[in-house]
T-cell receptor, first 114, second 114 residues
Framework: DAGVTQSPTHLIKTRGQQVTLRCSPI?????VSWYQQVLGQGPQFIFQ???????GRGNFPDRFSARQFPNYSSELNVNALLLGDSALYLC?????????????FGSGTRLTVV | GESVGLHLPTLSVQEGDNSIINCAYS??????FIWYKQESGKGPQFIID?????DKRQGQRVTVLLNKTVKHLSLQIAATQPGDSAVYFC?????????????FGKGTTLSVSS
C-alpha cells in the first residue's frame, strides 16, 4: 500500500514568490492535515481538511491557504513568501475527522526561501 | 510528592540498554496520545499510541506510560539498537473532535552507540 505521498520533495523559492505543495493521502483516508516544522522544533498545525471542507486552522497568517479535492488529495498554497517560511512542510492523513485513529505522515516537502 | 521524569532534549545510551524518554503534555482534556520517531530528512513515524482510559500500553520493544494526574507521558524502549537513533516526539489531541490539531511536545534526540 502506498503511504502518504508529497511533492515536490525539495523546493527553493525567492522571497515574495508563491508556492504550491501537494499531498496524496493513504487510500481510503478522507482527512488531510498540514504541518510546518521549523528546524529543531516539533511540527506546528496549519490546517485540517475533511471531506473537502476546512475543519481546523492553526495560528498562521492568511498567506497560507489550502484545499482538498474530490479524490481527497490536497494542496497547500503559501503566498508572498518570507524567509521565515523556510521549513519542512508535512502532510498527514487520517481516516476520520477526529484524531482518534491516528495520523500517518508523509516525508514532507523541504521549502527553502532565499 | 510524586516523582516525574524530566524532559531531556538529548539522551545518549549504549546499545542494549533500556531507554526512557519523558514528555509533559499541555491540555488536561486531551484523550489520545501518540509517540512518533523522526529520522533526519523524514516525516514523523508512528511508534505507539495510548488513550486516556489506559495508563500503560505495550508494543514490540516499546511501552508507553500515561500519568494524567501530572500530565506526563513516557516512552520506554527495551534493548535499544543503533537503528533507534532519532528524534522522538510525543503528541496529544482530542480523539473525537474534528479539526483538532496534534500538539507536539518538545523532542528528544536519542543517540545509541554500539
Amino acid at each position: 500500500d502506498a503511504g502518504v505521498t508529497q511533492s515536490p520533495t525539495h523546493l527553493i523559492k525567492t522571497r515574495g514568490q508563491q508556492v504550491t505543495l501537494r499531498c496524496s493521502p493513504i487510500s481510503g483516508h478522507k482527512s488531510v492535515s498540514w504541518y510546518q516544522q521549523v528546524l529543531g522544533q516539533g511540527p506546528q498545525f496549519i490546517f485540517q481538511y475533511y471531506e473537502k471542507e476546512e475543519r481546523g486552522r492553526g495560528n498562521f497568517p492568511d498567506r497560507f491557504s489550502a484545499r482538498q479535492f474530490p479524490n481527497y488529495s490536497s494542496e497547500l498554497n503559501v503566498n508572498a513568501l518570507l524567509l521565515g517560511d523556510s521549513a519542512l512542510y508535512l502532510c498527514a492523513s487520517s481516516p476520520s475527522a477526529g484524531g482518534g485513529y491516528g495520523y500517518t505522515f508523509g516525508s514532507g516537502t523541504r521549502l527553502t526561501v532565499v | 510528592g510524586e516523582s516525574v521524569g524530566l524532559h531531556l532534549p538529548t539522551l545518549s545510551v549504549q546499545e542494549g540498554d533500556n531507554s526512557i524518554i519523558n514528555c509533559a503534555y499541555s491540555n488536561s482534556a486531551s484523550d489520545y496520545f501518540i509517540w512518533y520517531k523522526q529520522e533526519s530528512g523524514k516525516g514523523p513515524q508512528f511508534i505507539i499510541d495510548i488513550r486516556s482510559n489506559m495508563d500503560k500500553r505495550q508494543g514490540q520493544r516499546v511501552t508507553v506510560l500515561l500519568n494524567k494526574t501530572v500530565k506526563h507521558l513516557s516512552l520506554q524502549i527495551a534493548a535499544t539498537q543503533p537503528g533507534d537513533s532519532a528524534v522522538y516526539f510525543c503528541a496529544e489531541t482530542l480523539a473525537n473532535q474534528a479539526g483538532t490539531a496534534l500538539i507536539f511536545g518538545k523532542g528528544t534526540t536519542l543517540s545509541v552507540s554500539s
